[in-house]
């Protein structure tokens, strides 16, 4: 017999299963959205004249993110439009997307969508949509932009559809709050591109412990799983995840795996401890950390965990001694992003660990096997 109850657990014969309300796969729904609020605020408060970048590896919460901004941006009566750029490749891609997300809102019933079918006529979509609701502020969210960045840049293409964005920016008919990754970053960090100087960037960092608290406890108890020692438990999963919001998250829901395999509700250390131990756990962290890094930026971290701490010049000697012939300018982008990535801290002109479990993560193989690893696949791009 089924049975359900509103703490998120079942009854099946007699034996209790679990339902986590963790969000590893989907982004986070608004009640399981901790921190941020500072971030939150800058964007709401700015919006009617400034657009935003917000910048993020994978995993750390982007999307999410953008999902509180609109939520705390309608509140405030813009007239908000979203659009998920994950899978658009080319305009096409684009202005396919923008219809099927935007055509079938009654709001827009008046408008014909077969206008706006290219760069022109998104900038004629705004002036109907201003004609339609001259009393709003629009604002566009278009999540994920690394791909459609890529496309508007390829083919000798300087940034026609960005530009165009831009211009509608700065005359004041809308604004924007874009989400990317490295694509993002670089061009940010561009002054040849039209996003020089053009969007407030936000970098969304780790939680700190006392957000972090919230995440791991708060879930828990609404569904009514214990923790053993909460303390201990919350900050060795502090520890271990350094307070990245994704892996708290699959932490939490290994932990809670172990405890339908025990048919128990309370979360052991024991428990804790089977999960940090597993090679799983240790190759997610891994992953994330790592998230889009590139063969020789994942080389740079190597080279830091050894050294404890690097400078520029010193992580081009170490490369080059094992075998990677790389630039000061290759360097510097690897930094940016590995930062981004929240895997480097740069302390006085020098570049730390920022997990503080990174080294542990590392530890499934010898140095020289990573190095060579990464060597491999990095001279394997070089001669594509």
């Known amino acids: 017999m089924l049975s359900s109850n509103r703490n998120g657990l079942c009854l099946i014969k007699n034996k209790v299963l679990i339902l986590s309300p963790y969000q590893t796969v989907m982004p986070a729904k608004a009640d399981m959205f901790f921190g941020r609020e500072e971030e939150i605020a800058q964007v709401a408060e700015s919006i009617d004249t400034t657009s935003t970048a917000i910048l993020g590896a994978r995993r750390i919460g982007k999307t999410s993110m953008l999902s509180a901004i609109g939520r705390a941006l309608e509140e405030r009566e813009n007239l908000l439009f979203y659009l998920d750029g994950y899978y658009v490749e080319d305009y096409a891609g684009f202005f396919a997307q923008m219809r099927t997300e935007w055509e079938s809102d009654p709001r827009f019933s008046k408008l014909d969508f077969s206008l706006y079918g290219d760069i022109n006529g998104f900038t004629r979509f705004v002036a109907d949509v201003r004609t339609l609701y001259p009393e709003k502020h629009i604002v566009f969210q278009f999540d994920e932009v690394d791909r459609l960045l890529r496309h508007d840049t390829s083919d000798g293409r300087d940034e026609p559809l960005f530009r165009m964005f831009r211009s509608l920016a700065q005359k004041q008919r809308c604004q924007f709050v874009f989400s990317g990754e490295r694509t993002f970053l670089d061009k940010l960090a561009d002054p040849h591109s039209g996003f020089f100087n053009f969007t407030k960037p936000i970098k969304l960092g780790l939680l700190d412990e006392k957000i972090a608290r919230e995440l791991i406890r708060r879930p828990m108890s609404l569904i009514g799983i214990k923790l053993e020692s909460p303390e201990k438990i919350i900050q060795r999963i502090y520890q271990q995840t350094s307070g990245h919001p994704k892996l708290i998250q ?56 050894q050294r404890e701490r690097a400078n520029i010049d010193e992580l081009l000697q170490e490369l080059r001694k094992v075998g990677f012939d790389l630039t000061i300018a290759q360097i510097e982008r690897g930094l940016r992003y590995l930062t981004l990535s929240q895997l480097l801290i740069n302390v006085e002109k020098h570049y730390e660990i920022k997990p503080q479990c990174f080294a542990e993560y590392l530890s499934d193989f010898p140095v020289e096997e990573w190095f060579n690893s990464f060597l491999s696949e990095w001279q394997e791009k070089q001669e594509k």
């Open 250 to 305: 699959d932490m939490c829901e290994m932990l809670l795996m172990q405890a339908r395999q025990s048919g128990s509700l309370v979360i052991t250390l024991q428990m804790l401890e089977n999960v940090v131990r597993t090679f799983e756990f240790r190759e997610n962290c891994r992953s994330t950390f790592w998230s889009q890094a590139e063969p020789q930026e994942k080389a740079m971290s190597v080279v830091i965990c």
